[in-house]
Every structure is written in C-alpha cells, then in structure tokens.
DNA sequence: GCATCGGGTTGATGCAGATCAGAAACCACC
DNA sequence: GGTGGTTTCTGATCTGCATCAACCCGATGC
C-alpha cells in the first residue's frame, strides 16, 4: 500500500465500498432513514447481536447523521446531554479538564464506536469531543435508546456491556499512566490502535496518526518532545518506522515485548 | 471527637443508629428479608429516586449480603461475573493488573457505593475489589437487576448515571497522574475523601484512613515515600495534621489552593 | 519484660523526563 | 515559488520523584 493512498485517512481504505453519499440539508444536520442494517459497522456498533427486528427498532431512533469538519467540535464540557454518537466515519478526540484549566486527552475514538456516555450522569457533558479528521455521527437520542431498550432488553444489555468496557478501557488508561515508563506508554498506545484498526479490516501494520505528537502525549502524561524522542528512538532501533503521521510497525513482537518486560526493567 | 473514637472506622460515627445485627448463616452468606426501604443509606445508593414501590421491587432481588473480614476479596480478576455489591459498611479498595504483573489501585469505594461494573462488559470481573476493613455488601445479582430496570425504568436510568459516574470519576483520576505533581495529587485525594465523606454525614476534616501509604500511592502513581513526605510537607506548612492513619484537615482552602494554582506553577 | 514485624518517616543520591532552545520539515495560502 | 505558521525533531540542561538505605514506632506474641 503506498503512502500516498493513506495521506488523507486514519484508516486504509478495505475494500472500497463507496458509502451512498448524503445530499445535507440545512447545517450539518442530515435527516434520512439511515439503515443500521446496511451499515458496513453493524458488527461493531450499537447493533451487535441484534436480531434483525431489534435492529429495525434501531433506526427508528438513530434518524439523523452529523457531519464535522476536521478540528469542529461534537459537544463541549458544560453542553446540556441529550444524546450518544455512534462514529460512522472520522476520529475523534475526547478531552477532560480541571477547574483551573488543566487538561487531558482523555481517548481516541474510530468508527464504530460509542460516545457521549460521559454527559448521562449530570445531564451536562463533562469533557469536549472533537473531530481530529472530517467525521460523521450517527445521532442516539438518549431517552429515545432508553425507551427502546426496554422493549428489546438485548439492546439495553449491550448498552450496559458498552459502558462497562469503557470503564475498563480507562482502568487500562490509568496503569499506564500509573506505572509505566514513556517508551512503555508509546508502545501500548501503537498498539493498542493497531489492534483497534485491525479489528475493523484495516492494516495492523500501516497507518496514519491522526493525531499531533502533543495530543499523543497529553493523552499517556508525556510531553511532545518525548514523545517525538521515542517515535525515534523505536525507528533507530528498527521496530517501526515514522515519517510524519505516516506509521508502519515492522516488529510487533519486539512492541510487545517492550511492555510485558516493563515491570522487570523496574523492579529488579 | 477523640481519636479513640476514630480508630476503628474510616468513617466517624454519625448518629448513633445501631444496625440490627444479622446472625450470619453457614459461611458468609446472610439469606434474609433485606429493608432497602430502612437502609440508612437508601439516599445515596442505588434506591435513590426510586418511589416506594420500586424499591419494594428492589427488595426483592437484593436478598443476600456477604460479610468479608479486613483483606478478604470480594471478586478477582478473572472470576465470572454476575452480581454487583453495593457496599452497606465498609471500605474496599479496586485493584487492576496489567498481564505482566503490574498493578493499581484504581479506586477506592466505601459505603453506599456500588461495585463491580467491570465485569459487565466481558462478564468476568476484570480487577480486583479487597475489603480493607471489616465490611458488608450488598449482593445485586445483574441479570435480575436488568430485569427489573424493564419494569421500573427510573431503576435503569438511576443505574445508567451510577456507571456513567464512574466514567467521569475515572477521567478525573487521568487527569490527577497525567498532569498533576506530587503534593497535588495528595490534595487532590484528601479533598476527595473529605468531600465524600461529608456527603454521607460524617466530618469532612477529620477521619481515619483505612488505607496504607503504598496502597495511597499506587493509586496515585506515587510511591510511598514521596506520599509520606507530602504528608510531612502539608503537616509542617500547618495545613494538616497527621498521626499514622488519623488525619485532620485545618485548613481546607489552602488544599484546594495549591489543587487550582496548580496550573500556574506549571506553566509559567 | 523482650523480640519480631509491618508500616511509616527521613536522608542521600541518581535518573527519566520536563524544560528551554534552535533548526528543519511541512502545509496552506497568496 | 515565496511566506508565515504549525508541527516535528534534536540537543543541552534542570528537577521532581524514584531509589536505596537506615531508623523509628506501635502492635503482637512469647
């Protein structure tokens, strides 16, 4: 797969099924009857182990799509909470902040995934999420999934099973700000988006970041500059190699490796 | 309030209600008609907002309560899940692994808190929860709790805002080992515990910890010597006493002064 | 009484990563 | 093709916390 081919897109293009393309009415709004069924992340998203009427119920509620444009942002911290967005397309970011005006990158978010949960517990959305790339959002109005989960208690499981996972996503976050070395950090990190690609067709090997090494390193609790000096070091050392955002993983194992010795390196 | 009176709970003594004692069956299992409805905590667990029908219902599934000794485990990684534990006494602290053996300490949870939501998403429990105290929970197993959330659906939704609260906790807890110093982040766990404590009645400037400094430190990606150094340093500069595990707040504004100048230490 | 042990404190030293600084690469736009 | 702004890289220096080490304190047991 050559470079160029990557330049504009976190993720390879698979296979090239053109999306039907969306004439957006007014705004970025778009109102359609969007076909979850037909959706090429079915097996990824919301309508995981639906059986096909549930997931009808489905797009009764998930009616609208939004676009964003790269750097536009999907909610901020204080927005009243009304709805989920499902990622049909894009990246995002998610980012935190303390009162006086700290703040942290708190996730990476691709296709297929579920985001907002963050805003259920206040009504209020407590962090910002931004589109990294161009992006479109699949709108889940929150009362509207609730209601329906209680006819099809398979939907409001899954839901459940969503959140869940984001809880342990971020146990996972915290140890690695907790515990582990930068290199260690920046490993867990390539690998965890290799994973996350390849879990959706794309290359485990090549891809695009499209995050800037700040954003990286405000996510793992490094500044950009070690950032950098890993990406670096891990390309001297012939693990991967690095030109810009334009990532290729040659030695996965040795990747691993470098986390699962991390605990030796430090404690004895 | 004497330390005497503080030695054996983290949590001060509020009024003195006297819990009916429950004389446990075989092992530590109590089968028995349980009073959601007269729990004094029914204000800040899971019946929150709940009419008194519905936690009626509730009842009826919350039937059995366990009872762990101080370092007894509650569920670990690995075992299968099917029950959450609202804690009814007690404190527990939750602990994660990384596969080559590191850990954390993710959190800590006392009374009225509700536990386990880890599990959900793979249905084994994907950390560990120690008592470190004497304690008792509540069993809430989840299937039945899906169940009656179908039917009382302010259960569902009180129980959609407790996981979604975790979610924000846990952004709070990256942001602290992303972005805070040392001391920052022991104020920052000090306020916490206060704040929490004085949600449920008891002093928000004097209380017992039930946990050692390694543990404080692990979930706060110190170690313990740097905790009891800040320790010394907020009791030198008067802001804190400290006598082993008793520690007494004197001056709460400046905690939080040195949380939200934090910033500006940092960056200019 | 004394010995033991886990938890806590305090001091001395070392190092990983922050900070500061400058240059190069890249991009968008005229 | 030039220009200004952003992003990335690399080197030099600084510093906050880890590490290593010694000692103290309170609880427990004999």
């Known amino acids: 797969m050559s470079a160029d081919s990557l330049r504009n897109s976190t993720i390879p293009v698979r296979i090239a099924t053109p999306m039907p393309e969306l004439s957006p009415g007014a705004g ?6 969007t076909a979850c069924s037909h959706c090429h992340l ?22 609208t799509r939004r676009r964003l444009k790269k750097g536009e942002t999907l909610y ?10 499902a990622i049909r397309s894009g990246f995002f970011k998610a980012r935190a902040a303390t009162p006086d005006g700290r703040d942290q990158v708190t996730g990476f978010q691709m296709a297929g995934e579920l985001i ?3 805003g259920i517990s206040h009504d209020l959305h407590t962090c910002d999420s931004i589109a990294l790339e161009d992006s479109e959002v699949c709108v889940v ?4 999934l609730e209601d329906l989960s209680i006819q099809a208690p398979a939907l409001g499981h899954h839901f459940h099973k969503v959140m869940s996972r984001e809880i342990v996503r971020e146990h996972g976050v915290m140890l690695l700000l907790g515990s582990m070395r930068a290199e260690e950090r920046l490993a867990a990190f390539l690998l965890n988006l290799s994973q996350r690609l390849a879990a959706r067709g794309f290359s485990a090997t090549e891809f695009v970041l499209r995050m800037t090494r700040e954003e990286i ?18 390309q001297d050392d012939g ?16 990747l691993r490796r470098l986390l699962s ?3 030796r390196n430090l404690h004895e």
């Open 76 to 85: 901020r911290a204080g927005d009243p909470f009304r709805s989920l967005y």
């Open 116 to 118: 907002g949960m963050d």
């Open 28 to 33: 970025n709004l778009v109102r359609l009857k």
């Open 141 to 144: 109005p929150f009362n509207m």
């Open 217 to 234: 390193g405000s996510h793992l609790g490094l500044k950009l500059e070690t950032v950098s000096r890993a990406f670096s070091k891990f």
């Open 42 to 63: 079915r097996e990824v998203c919301l309508p995981v182990g639906l059986s096909r009427e549930q997931i009808t119920q489905l797009e009764q509620i998930v009616y």
């Open 261 to 263: 010795n991390g605990s």
């Open 239 to 254: 693990m991967i190699t690095v030109k810009q955002k334009h990532v290729q993983i040659l030695e996965m194992d040795r």
